[in-house]
């Protein structure tokens, strides 16, 4: 962008050959772009060498400006005066950190919307704004071109990398800090004077970076990025043996490899217990044979943190083992799911794979104990994407609503329409307090309690998390109507994630699987530790 234009100056500009329009005061020269424009180019004829703002808003979602930003040659009106009211004003609004965000109701979290809160300090105010420009400019643009590619670019991880956020949402709440260094890193950098000083991180922190992450409005993105990672890193953080760690974390925190998570087989998904992989003893190692069915990233990953069976029948003989891509006999193919297309879904053979002892994580035939106590990790991470996938599906609603007039009434004025995004605030709003609440006791209470106590919770909180995520997603298709029927244009985000839903609400346990268990543990834990009389 460039120079400053008048309004009489680009109602010249109104030819095939040289068109121009005004959008939110800025200056676009679509003169090359008439043909390529997929509306048609009568219609920006039509409104050529005039403010179209308002035709352009009834039609496109904001971001296409930011995605053709090469056709805007300049503004409309003058120059500012170095040092002017422009740059003021702007310096003002961005420090105003009590408030954050589009103030759309019910869009963010209420502490961006001027609520106190006794959870957040300045540093997770400021990584919320580190992680938000992150998302809207590096991936919300381009998070539709990924899905229908079903990949993101490996250039991301490095990215990630850099920023700190592998790292961070690699070790639930805690930095692995032997495995990175704080300075190679934009967010830790500077000791005491960084964006989040590295002794001050806390599990509030990683929600925020998922929360904000969950904005581009696509789980395949999300999952894409940092599926692998966020469950299949932490049982070797957790577990592992040191020389395995010093090999392998380091590496996948640096975004130059990438890691998986390999359990769910083709007959055994939420009943791991029963799991048939196999890993036969066989001088220093195993030999693994068996398949493994809906692996994220999968289709990509260097490691696979693998559940094996090592020892009998159920629970008491399965392990953890890093299998590797490069290990003959290891073949994995993108598998084609309805849903989260960019995120490496695959289907694995293992077939007499040698794996040396050094990959096996922590000891013989615990495994499941591993596996069960990642899962409370990994359904936390479930929880605070669907209800941000959630709250994102109820923001482009209230947007589109508050725009698109139906009998000449626009659609948040009609009651029922209202009605359905009450329904879907009262939700997201009650699902964000209880998972404000859970992540605190995960900070507070000692750690080896909570996998007993908040295992039973945690359970219904993704039930409860992905049923909400259900209903919204529900909702908005209905009041984008067509727009949320078809794939890109204002309805993408929407349509995207209503076609997600099912991969938030089954893997990592299914909400049947969920409910039952949480309310089982919870009587568990009532009876047995605070003495309750059942
Ligand atoms: C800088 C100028 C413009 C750009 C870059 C642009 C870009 C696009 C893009 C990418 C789409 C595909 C749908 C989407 O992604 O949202 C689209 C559709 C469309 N555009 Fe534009 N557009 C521009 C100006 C205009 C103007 C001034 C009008 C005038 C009314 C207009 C009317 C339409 C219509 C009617 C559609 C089809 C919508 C549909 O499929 O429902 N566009 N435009």
């Known amino acids: 962008m460039s120079g400053y234009f008048s309004v009489s100056q680009v109602a010249s500009h109104t030819s095939e050959n040289d068109c121009w329009?005004?959008?939110?005061?800025?200056?676009?020269?679509?003169?090359?772009?008439?043909?390529?424009?997929?509306?048609?180019?009568?219609?920006?004829?039509?409104?050529?060498?005039?403010?179209?703002?308002?035709?352009f808003d009834a039609f496109h979602?904001?971001?296409?400006?930011?995605?053709?930003?090469?056709?805007?040659?300049?503004?409309?009106?003058?120059?500012?005066?170095?040092?002017?009211?422009?740059?003021?004003?702007?310096?003002?609004?961005?420090?105003?950190?009590?408030?954050f965000g589009d103030m759309i109701p019910y869009g963010d979290p209420s502490w961006y919307q001027q609520w106190g809160s006794p959870y957040y300090n300045d540093s997770h105010r400021r990584i919320r704004r580190y992680v938000r420009k992150f998302v809207d400019t590096d991936i919300m643009p381009f998070a539709h071109e990924w899905d229908e590619a079903k990949q993101v670019p490996m250039m991301l991880f490095k990215k990630c990398a850099e920023m700190g956020i592998l790292a961070a949402v690699a070790g639930n709440g805690v930095l692995p800090t032997e495995y990175f260094n704080l300075e190679d890193t934009t967010l830790f950098r500077g000791g005491?004077?960084?964006?989040?000083?590295?002794?001050?991180?806390?599990?509030?922190?990683?929600?925020?970076?998922?929360d904000e992450l969950s904005r581009c409005g696509s789980g395949g993105v999300l999952w894409g990025i940092l599926g692998g990672l966020g469950i299949g890193l932490p049982p070797i953080?957790?577990?592992?043996?040191?020389?395995?760690?010093?090999?392998?974390?380091?590496?996948?925190?640096a975004g130059r490899k990438t890691i998986c998570?390999?359990?769910?087989?083709?007959?055994?998904?939420?009943?791991v217990a029963n799991l048939t992989a196999v890993a036969n003893e066989m001088g220093d190692g195993f030999v693994v044979n068996g398949e493994k069915k809906w692996i994220t990233n999968g289709t990509f990953a260097d490691y696979f943190t693998t559940a094996v069976r090592t020892g009998g029948d159920g629970m008491g003989g399965v392990s953890l083992l890093v299998i590797e891509r490069g290990m003959p006999g290891v073949s994995t193919r993108q598998m084609k799911c309805s849903g989260v297309w960019s995120s490496g879904t695959a289907y694995i053979n293992f077939e007499d794979v040698k794996v040396p002892r050094a990959n096996i994580v922590g000891k013989e035939n615990r495994g499941f104990k591993y596996i069960m106590?990642?899962?409370?990790?990994?359904?936390?991470?479930?929880?605070i994407q669907a209800n941000?996938?959630?709250?994102?599906?109820?923001?482009?609603?209230?947007?589109?609503?508050?725009?698109?007039?139906?009998?000449?009434?626009?659609?948040?004025?009609?009651?029922?329409?209202?009605?359905?995004?009450?329904?879907?605030?009262?939700?997201?709003?009650?699902?964000?307090a209880w998972t404000e609440n859970v992540i605190y006791q995960t900070i507070t209470m000692p750690e080896e309690l909570q996998p007993i106590k908040l295992g039973g919770p945690i359970a219904l909180l993704k039930a409860q998390a992905t049923q909400t995520l259900e209903y919204c997603a529900r909702e908005a298709s209905q009041i984008f109507g067509g727009l949320a029927y078809t794939r890109g244009g204002q309805g993408?985000?929407?349509?995207?994630?209503?076609?997600?839903?099912?991969?938030?609400?089954?893997?990592?346990?299914?909400?049947?699987?969920?409910?039952d268990l949480g309310m089982r543990q919870s009587i568990k834990v009532a009876t047995s530790m605070y003495g309750a009389k059942l």
């Open 373 to 383: 106590n990642n899962f409370n990790h990994e359904r936390m991470g479930i929880v």
């Open 61 to 99: 979602n904001p971001g296409v400006l930011e995605k053709y930003g090469a056709l805007c040659i300049g503004s409309v009106g003058e120059p500012p005066k170095a040092g002017g009211e422009e740059e003021t004003a702007a310096v003002s609004v961005e420090d105003d950190e009590f408030q």
């Open 21 to 55: 329009v005004i959008i939110h005061e800025k200056v676009y020269d679509v003169s090359n772009f008439l043909n390529d424009h997929p509306g048609g180019k009568k219609i920006i004829l039509k409104n050529a060498g005039t403010d179209a703002t308002k035709q």
């Open 261 to 271: 998570l390999a359990i769910t087989e083709p007959q055994a998904g939420s009943d």
């Open 192 to 210: 005491d004077n960084a964006i989040v000083p590295p002794q001050d991180f806390d599990a509030f922190h990683g929600f925020i970076i998922f």
């Open 492 to 515: 993408e985000k929407v349509e995207r994630i209503y076609r997600e839903v099912r991969a938030y609400a089954i893997p990592g346990g299914s909400e049947e699987i969920m409910l």
């Open 388 to 432: 941000r996938l959630a709250r994102v599906c109820l923001e482009e609603a209230i947007k589109y609503g508050s725009k698109r007039k139906t009998f000449g009434v626009k659609l948040v004025n009609h009651p029922v329409l209202r009605n359905k995004l009450a329904h879907m605030a009262r939700q997201i709003e009650a699902t964000h």
């Open 237 to 253: 953080i957790k577990y592992g043996s040191e020389e395995l760690k010093r090999r392998i974390v380091p590496e996948v925190l």
